[in-house]
């Protein structure tokens, strides 16, 4: 009934996502500064990538602990991001980089 969790990440799912089309693609990330987003995982870079570049709207979710945060993949600029949603715990000055970027902030319960 479900396929092996093998065949939901690689180059296969890459290619499947790199055809598709969203109006909105809601990700995370392992971290965020100010040249760009970061991720820890491998297998799923690639697929995020592919993601990013077929939807007209893309949001990512970042708690306060992926802020001034790096991990081992560059994800991707945050020119290619259009709203990021994150609490209130998120460093203020880095928050202000990025509306100044021209980025949507949003910190939910503020």
């Given amino acids: ?3 092996r969790l093998g065949t939901l990440v690689g180059p296969q799912a890459t290619e499947t996502f790199s055809r598709a ?3 909105v693609a809601i990700l995370s990330a392992s971290g965020i500064a100010e040249d ?3 991720s820890s995982h ?3 870079v690639d697929i995020q ?3 990013i570049a077929g939807a007209d709207r893309v949001i990512f979710g970042l708690d306060h602990t992926k802020f001034g945060r790096r991990s081992l993949f560059r994800l991707s600029d945050l020119t290619d991001v259009d709203v990021i949603v994150t ?3 998120a ?3 880095l928050l202000a980089a990025l509306r100044a970027r021209g980025l ?3 910190v939910a319960g503020g």
Avoid: N
């Fill in 104 to 106: 949507e902030v949003i």
């Fill in 21 to 23: 089309h969203a109006d």
């Fill in 49 to 51: 990538r592919a993601m």
């Fill in 1 to 3: 009934l479900y396929p």
């Fill in 91 to 93: 460093p203020a000055e």
């Fill in 36 to 38: 760009g987003l970061y």
């Fill in 87 to 89: 609490d209130s715990g």
């Fill in 42 to 44: 491998a297998l799923i």
